[in-house]
């Protein structure tokens, strides 16, 4: 028989053992409950970039245990990006504040480089973009920049007055000339801050040596560009061109999909269903390959079969690069591998085969104004072969500085260009240099010490979609 005494022991036992283990879970079920701070706050904001990163970012497994909720948003991203990522940024759209400035808004990009043969260090103008405070003011490709902001350009100065540039809505160009081994001071000019908008491609038919060789130049891969070149592949298709030059040397890339419509009109044996490109994710992103064809309409901007109309059916193509040559370029000369020939001619590629894409707050109504384009994969082609974030190496080095004044883009003195016919010809072309050799022999570029365009492209990043 059970001892009522007994019984009351053990009940009275069972109870104290279940009150302290309530309270022994307790506090641990409260501490795992994330808090609840304020719409607005950078605690607020800082835990969703951290969960958004978890979800999504390549390198998510080494995200810190216990960030500093409390720094400013662009401060936190950056403090828990990883240390090999280059290229992942974080900005508030229309916010200028937030975004990392360039030379765009001035309309020009420009190169400062030192002497071979003396101490002068001078400014070369390599773009200036149409309907740009800079083309208005009459700047020009090739022009001579000597002073900036009234100070005169040397090794020790040429960053910080590049800094200077992008820290104003307005300042001043001084431009020179070489007379007798000497430069001269011309004039100056005043250029303020501008939108600018989408810049036009520049193509045409070279013939040479019975060869009738396509060049086409495009500064961006801006969404829709794809499209608004099937007039230009139509137009080369029409003269019936054997070869293709392909001018990216400042081209600092952008989608994807214009990327692969681009290719779907240059290369030969294309349709829809063609391996193209794979992703590599972490591990809930995994890995996946995708055709041309969804990769070149994702965007929904253009039809495959009217990229099909346009294609040109080459089984080689000459793409000029230097280091301003960047992302979605990129995945055009590796990706263009597979399928065809690719000759690089100029100078190494920045070296991005990763990719990102926009990640917002969703939410209804937003909570977050912050965006961020995180690094998401790495890329290869449809070969499996990516890994250039070194760079892509030429095939044929060629320095466009190497002649002075720089030549129009497009034109077949232009050394990129030059080497480019020369390489498909198998012959060299005879030009009219009798200015340049002038310029090039009382001054030798030498030391690049600034490259505004370089500095760009070390900004941007390859643009795609959420795979699914």
Not at 67 to 96: E, Q
Not at 360 to 367: C, E, G, I, L, V
């Amino acid at each position: 028989m059970t001892n009522p005494i007994t019984n009351l022991k053990r009940t009275i036992y069972h109870s104290i053992y279940f009150v302290i283990l309530f309270f022994t879970i307790l506090p641990s079920c409260k501490k795992d409950k994330k808090p609840d701070y304020p719409i607005g706050s950078n605690e607020n904001i800082n835990t969703w970039i951290l969960d958004s990163l978890k979800r999504y970012y390549y390198w998510n497994e080494q995200l810190p245990a216990n960030p500093n909720l409390g720094l400013p948003p662009k401060d936190f991203f950056n403090s828990i990006r990883n240390l090999s990522d280059r290229f992942s940024y974080i900005s508030i759209p229309n916010d200028p504040t937030t975004t990392t400035p360039s030379n765009r808004n001035f309309g020009f990009d420009y190169a400062t480089v030192s002497d071979q043969n003396s101490a002068n260090v001078i400014g070369i103008i390599k773009i200036v973009l149409k309907d740009s405070p800079a083309s208005r003011a009459g700047l020009k490709r090739g022009d001579y920049i000597s002073k900036i902001n009234g100070k005169t350009l040397t090794a020790t100065n040429a960053q910080a007055l590049q800094s200077e540039i992008l820290s104003s809505d307005r300042f001043s160009l001084g431009l020179a000339e070489l007379k007798n081994n000497t430069w001269t001071d011309t004039y100056t000019v005043e250029l303020s801050k501008s939108i600018i908008l989408d810049q036009r491609e520049i193509s045409k038919v070279i013939e040479n040596n019975g060869k009738k060789i396509g060049y086409l130049y495009f500064l961006d891969f801006n969404s829709g560009l794809a499209s608004s070149l099937t007039p230009v592949f139509s137009n080369f298709k029409a003269e019936g061109i054997s070869e293709l030059i392909l001018d990216l040397r400042y081209n600092a890339g952008g989608q994807v999909a214009e990327a692969a419509g681009i290719c779907a009109m240059i290369a030969r044996n294309i349709s829809f269903d063609k391996p193209f490109i794979t992703y590599k994710g972490n591990k809930n992103g995994g890995m996946k390959t995708e055709s041309i064809g969804t990769a070149a309409t994702f965007d929904g901007t253009v039809n495959f079969n009217t990229l099909l109309q346009q294609n040109l059916g080459l089984s080689r193509v000459y793409i000029l690069s230097t280091a301003g040559t960047a992302s979605a370029s990129e995945v055009i000369i590796n990706n263009l591998k597979p399928f065809m020939q690719v000759v690089l001619i100029g100078e190494k590629t920045r070296g991005k085969d990763e990719a990102s894409f926009r990640i917002f707050d969703a939410r209804n109504p937003k909570q977050v104004k912050w965006e961020m384009h995180p690094i998401v994969y790495k890329l290869f082609n449809a070969q499996g072969n990516g890994g250039y974030s070194a760079g892509i190496n030429p095939d044929i080095t060629i320095n466009e500085m190497s002649t002075l004044p720089l030549f129009q883009l497009g034109d077949t003195s232009d050394p990129l260009v030059k080497a480019a016919i020369t390489a498909i010809t198998g012959q060299a072309i005879k030009t009219s240099v009798t200015v340049n050799n002038v310029v090039s022999g009382s001054f030798r570029a030498d030391r690049i010490l600034m490259d505004s365009r370089a500095q760009s492209a070390q900004q941007s990043t390859v643009t795609t979609h959420r795979l699914r």
